[in-house]
């Protein structure tokens, strides 16, 4: 597959996942509820056994889809330059940030913005400014 249209199917895809989970189960597909959604089992009467299994079976797919293309297509290689303890804290702010935020950006930058949600708005600027401003600052130290 050519390099423009992988990026390009792969879009196609999210967005039709997207709109089948919110038409079907009437979810938005963001990552960081879902995944709370299981979290949340940890405590009685939360959620229902349904609610468990699309949850799982989503992330299931998020899982074997690179595996499915792999079957078909080279995979890109992945170079992270990082250590642990950096991919640690940087997965910790995320996941404060998306508490703070109220989802992630699946749910706002995706979901939210084909619903035109302003908050949604709000929050993807939000995303993409501290990102813009990480990157600056981060090659600006190296």
Excluded at 114 to 122: Q, Y
């Amino acid at each position: 597959m050519s390099a423009y249209y992988a990026p390009l199917a792969g879009g196609i895809l999210i967005g039709l996942a997207t709109a089948i989970l919110l038409l079907v189960n009437g979810r938005i597909a963001g990552i960081s509820g879902i995944v709370g959604g299981l979290l949340s089992r940890a405590f009685p009467g939360q959620s229902s056994e349904g609610d468990v299994a699309w949850r799982f079976a989503f992330l299931g797919g998020l899982v074997a889809a690179p595996l499915v293309y792999g079957a078909f297509a080279a995979l890109p290689s992945v170079q992270v330059n990082a250590g642990t303890f950096t991919l640690a804290a940087a997965g910790l702010l995320v996941g404060v940030g998306t508490r703070y935020g109220s989802g992630c950006t699946s749910g706002h930058g995706v979901c939210g913005l084909s619903r035109l949600s302003p908050r949604s708005l709000v929050a993807t600027l939000c995303f993409m400014a501290a990102g813009f401003a990480t990157v600056a600052v981060v090659r600006s130290l190296a």
